[in-house]
């Protein structure tokens, strides 16, 4: 089949069409270049075809002006262009939302992590008000820092992450994003670069669970640094370094744990988050009024709320799979861990009770029975307290913050 060659490409990130440059092409074409001028910067606003961005010495809103040509009126003195509001909007509330869920979310992401890995714990912490109370006994007695540890090795994950995901896709025909209309070759080559970048990551994912739940009170602050999880996940990939114990288990065992849960969690909470906009943009249709203006807030919010909704589904449903994950890659490390049952221990120095993680599991499947025989079902579900207690807290505050901005644009708007 023949392919033929597009006479001009359509940017998504500035919007604007730029022809292609053929050498074969009409003369008119040859002296087009892929970029003649700098772009303006996404987001500064949006051109349309035929303007240009104003220089300096070009005057903004005068009648028959090159300012006025370009779009570009004068602001009224004391209001916001509409246009400065609702990209205000949609920066202020997907700001609430990434701050929220990487940094105001991580002490309930510590705890869960720890309660998933201390099987011997009596309080399995399934609701919030257990996890909050024993949250809070813990950073009284560590400070404040005990419970955001590894937050740094949390973003060099997601930097790997999304550099394995970028240099995959650029070297082999899997694609880092689905078309509109994809093919079922399309979706399996996206899942499949979805577990191949799982599994790339996973030695520094195993460095960076550790640095999560080891507790503050036998960590060495002078030896520890900044890229300690690379190092650490280095040494575990090739396997030199320190000892450890005889009952951790090899990386080729995790492979299909790990790889299996990026791949579920992603293809659930896309799911998820495309029935949710279109049970949105269907509501939106059948209340459209022609009469009412258009909320900015529409074209910020839905999405957010929409994969909000997305990884809540995907880390419920798939909590067992990363409980056993977790202690897997746990195991033979010689980590300790803060006690989750709030027990305090009346020692030489008060320090709340610590206790090492011990498990001799064999692989994933005899994991996964040991927990169910020993533990029972509720074994798969240790610190769902803080996972509800997570979402609620990115819940609550998109919702704040999308109430606080539509007043600004309400008061923006009648001013």
């Known amino acids: 089949m023949a392919f033929r060659r597009p006479d001009s490409f359509d940017d998504p990130l500035y919007g604007a069409s730029y022809p292609v440059r053929s050498a074969g092409g009409p003369a008119e074409l040859q002296h087009h270049h892929w970029v003649t001028t700098p772009p303006d910067i996404p987001g500064s606003r949006n051109l349309h075809h035929g303007e240009r961005t104003p220089q300096h010495d070009d005057p903004l809103g005068e009648r028959g002006g090159p300012g006025a040509a370009a779009g570009w009126e004068a602001p009224q003195p004391g209001v916001p262009p509409g246009e400065q509001l609702n990209r205000f909007a949609g920066f202020g509330i997907g700001l609430v939302s990434l701050f929220t869920e990487n940094v105001l979310a991580h002490p309930c992401i510590v705890f869960r992590r720890q309660c998933q890995v201390n099987y011997h714990a009596r309080c399995y912490h399934l609701t919030p008000f257990s996890a909050v109370a024993v949250m809070y006994s813990i950073t009284k007695a560590q400070g404040v820092k005990s419970l955001w540890k590894g937050m740094s090795s949390t973003f060099i994950v997601h930097g790997i992450t999304l550099g394995a995901e970028g240099v995959m896709s650029e070297f082999t025909p899997l694609p880092r994003e689905l078309p509109h209309r994809w093919s079922w070759k399309q979706l399996a080559g996206h899942l499949l670069l979805k577990g191949l970048t799982a599994v790339v990551a996973l030695p520094f994912y ?176 240790r610190g769902f307290g803080a996972l509800a207690t997570q979402y609620a807290l990115h819940g609550a505050l998109l919702a704040a913050a999308r109430t606080l901005l539509r007043l600004l644009l309400l008061e923006g708007g009648g001013s």
């Not at 669970?209 to 520890?224: A, M």
């Not at 300690?228 to 575990?236: A, F, P, S, Y």
């Not at 744990?257 to 896309?270: E, G, K, S, T, W």
């Not at 120095?349 to 079902?377: M, W």
């Open 206 to 381: 195993c460095a960076s669970l550790i640095e999560t739940v080891q507790s503050e009170i036998v960590r060495d602050d002078s030896s520890s640094g900044l890229l300690d999880c690379v190092r650490e996940g280095l040494t575990r990939l090739l396997g030199v370094g320190a000892p450890h114990s005889h009952r951790l288990l090899p990386l080729s065992s995790l492979l299909l744990p790990a790889a299996l849960h990026a791949i579920l969690r992603y293809a659930i909470a896309a799911s998820v988050q495309r029935v949710a906009l279109w049970f949105h943009q269907r509501g939106r249709k059948q209340r459209a009024d022609p009469s009412d203006p258009s909320n900015p807030l529409d074209a910020y919010f839905p999405e957010l709320a929409a994969a909000w909704a997305g990884s809540l589904v995907a880390d419920v449903l798939l909590f067992p799979l990363e409980t056993a994950l977790h202690r897997l890659s746990l195991q033979g490390t010689r980590t300790i861990i803060d006690a989750t049952d709030g027990v305090v221990a009346l020692g030489n120095v008060g320090s709340p009770l610590v206790l090492p993680v011990n498990s001799q599991y064999d692989g994933f499947s005899e994991c996964l029975h040991a927990i169910r025989r020993k533990e029972g079902t509720a074994g798969f579900y």
